[in-house]
C-alpha cells in the first residue's frame, strides 16, 4: 500500500450497521486492510450490547461509538461518563442538545477518562442529520433558512463548547473547514460513490468529494456493507479516496 493509500485508509470508517457481534467482527476483520476505523451506531449496540465495543478494541481496530447522546446536561454527561469506559476513540451527542450539555459531556470524558488512566476518546457533535434536505428541514422540523446556516451555528457552538469536531454533509465541510479551521474535525456520513444507491441519504457526494474538500473522516455503511462483495466495494472506495494512487 503507498503512504497516500494508507492516509486516506486511515480516514475511512466502515458503519458496522448489522445486528450482531460476529457479524461486525467478522466485517470489521475482512475490511481492516482499507479501513482505518469501525462505527458502531444504534443498531449494533442496542441489538449486541456494550460489550461489542470492547470485543472490537481488543481486536485492536478503532472505534467510533456513534450514539448521539441528546437529553438534558447532566443525563447526557452521566451517559458519556459510562460510555467512556468502553475505550472507545470517539463518541458523539447533538449539538441540537446545546452548548452547555455539550460542555457537560465533554468534562465527563474527560473526568472519567483520567480517572480510568485510558486515552480521552474525541467527543464530536451531530450538526444537521445528512438524511434531511432543505424541504424537510423548513417544512417538516420548521426551521427557518438554510440548512447550510443551522449546521455552521452548530458546528461553532460546538468548537465554543470546547468538543473536537463535528458529524456533517461532506457538503458543508469547506465551510466549516474555513470557519473552525485545521484542527477541528469534520466527520462526514452521507458518502456516496457514484456506482452506490443514496437510499435514505439527501445532502450527499462521492469519497473523493468529501476527501478534496477536507472531510477528516469519512463514513461509509451500505455502499460497502450491502456490497455483495464489501471487500472489493471498500477497496473501490479507498481508490477514489487515492485518486487510483
Ligand atoms: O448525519 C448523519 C449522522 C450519522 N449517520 C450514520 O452514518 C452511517 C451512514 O451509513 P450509510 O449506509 O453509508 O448511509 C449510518 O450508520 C448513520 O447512522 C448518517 O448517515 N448521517
Known amino acids: 500500500m503507498t503512504a497516500k493509500a494508507e492516509e486516506a485508509r486511515k480516514r475511512l470508517i ?9 457479524q461486525a467482527e467478522s466485517l470489521a476483520r475482512q475490511l481492516s486492510p482499507w479501513a482505518g476505523m469501525f462505527k458502531v451506531g444504534m443498531q449494533l449496540f442496542y441489538s449486541a450490547g456494550p460489550d461489542v465495543v470492547k470485543r472490537l478494541k481488543d481486536q485492536g481496530l478503532k472505534v467510533f461509538l456513534d450514539l448521539k447522546l441528546h437529553d438534558i446536561p447532566n443525563t447526557v454527561a452521566q451517559a458519556a461518563r459510562a460510555l467512556t469506559g468502553l475505550g472507545a476513540d470517539i463518541l458523539n451527542v447533538h449539538a441540537a442538545g446545546g452548548l452547555s450539555m455539550m460542555r457537560a459531556a465533554g468534562q465527563a470524558v474527560a473526568e472519567r477518562a483520567a480517572q480510568l488512566r485510558i486515552p480521552a476518546p474525541m467527543v464530536i457533535a451531530v450538526t444537521v442529520l445528512t438524511s434531511i434536505d432543505q424541504t424537510v428541514f423548513n417544512r417538516e422540523m420548521g426551521q427557518p433558512g438554510e440548512v447550510q446556516e443551522r449546521v455552521m451555528a452548530w458546528a461553532r457552538l460546538t468548537q465554543e463548547a470546547g468538543l473536537a469536531g463535528v458529524v456533517a454533509s461532506p457538503r458543508e465541510t469547506g465551510l466549516i473547514r474555513e470557519a ?3 484542527d477541528f474535525a469534520v466527520v462526514t456520513p452521507g458518502i456516496r460513490p457514484a456506482w452506490s444507491l443514496s437510499g435514505d441519504q439527501r445532502r450527499v457526494l462521492s469519497p473523493a468529494e468529501a476527501l478534496a474538500l477536507g472531510s477528516s473522516y469519512l463514513v461509509v455503511g451500505r455502499p460497502i456493507t ?19 494512487c
Do not use: I, Q, S
Open 180 to 182: 473552525c479551521g485545521p
Open 226 to 244: 450491502a456490497a455483495a462483495n464489501p471487500e472489493e466495494a471498500a477497496r473501490k472506495v479507498l481508490a477514489e479516496m487515492t485518486g487510483g
Open 14 to 22: 466502515v458503519a458496522l450497521d448489522v445486528d450482531t457481534a460476529e
